[in-house]
């Protein structure tokens, strides 16, 4: 099985932009939404943004106005603009499917830290 296979993140200063890119599977862009996700530490990962195949985006309201996901089915990629960078960015990102279920798998994602 392919798994999703995240790049783009980094060490940046509070203020700063990333951007993330996920190589997936044809599997995940067919699901209902691609999504990107994070976990930070000692905590569960959590939903960042979705994106239909019809372009219809959703925000977790943390990251409304700061982050952009788009994709490119063309190239199986999705993508995380990321600007305004904020210390409580600071996580692991990954994408997947959403919805997801009990059986997914998931790539190594990608460490995104915010500090000065």
């Known amino acids: 099985q392919v798994l999703p296979a995240e790049a783009g993140g980094g060490l940046v200063q509070p203020g700063g932009s990333l951007r993330l890119s996920c190589v997936a599977s044809r599997n995940i862009f067919s699901a209902e939404a691609v999504a990107w996700y994070r976990q930070a530490p000692g905590k569960q990962r959590a939903l960042v943004a979705t994106?239909?195949?019809?372009?219809?985006?959703h925000y977790v309201d943390s990251v409304k106005g700061r982050f952009t996901i788009s994709r490119d089915d063309d190239r199986n990629t999705v993508y995380l603009q990321m600007d305004s960078l904020e210390p409580k960015d600071t996580a692991v990102y990954y994408c997947n499917a959403f919805p997801y279920g009990p059986t997914t798998t998931w790539g190594q994602g990608t460490q995104v830290t915010v500090s000065s």
């Open positions: 994106i239909t195949g019809r372009g219809r985006t």
